[in-house]
Nanobody, 116 residues
């Protein structure tokens, strides 16, 4: 079993920054990707950013140029640096890990609230 623990959410004013962290532990044999999703009230969960083994990253269009995903493979960790935050970035952010056998694992979520 894989366990993901997120940290770093909180309340910030528009234009501010936050850094989310996620550490994976447990039976981690091989990772295909690690990333971040978010879910705002009344909306579906959506991909924010993902880092695939081999160095490929992908971002949702609305966060390109503002958010940066990074990984520390030695620590089985993924980070999301969020700059120039907007009220529409308010959501619960979930860490995601996809194994090489394409099992999906999720963290418990961390709240990010951006005030205008």
């Amino acid at each position: 079993q894989v366990h993901l623990v997120e940290s770093g959410g909180g309340l910030v004013q528009a234009g501010g920054s936050l850094r989310l962290s996620c550490a994976a532990s447990g039976s981690i044999f091989s990772i295909y990707s690690m990333g971040w999703y978010r879910q705002a009230p009344g909306k579906q969960r959506e991909l924010v950013a993902v880092s695939v083994d081999g160095g490929i990253t992908n971002y949702q269009d609305s966060v390109k140029g503002r958010f940066t995903i990074s990984r520390d493979n030695a620590k089985n960790s993924v980070y999301l640096q969020m700059n120039s935050l907007k009220p529409e970035d308010t959501a619960v952010y979930y860490c995601n890990l996809v194994s090489s056998t394409f099992f999906y694992y999720w963290g418990q979520g961390t709240q990010v609230t951006v005030s205008s």
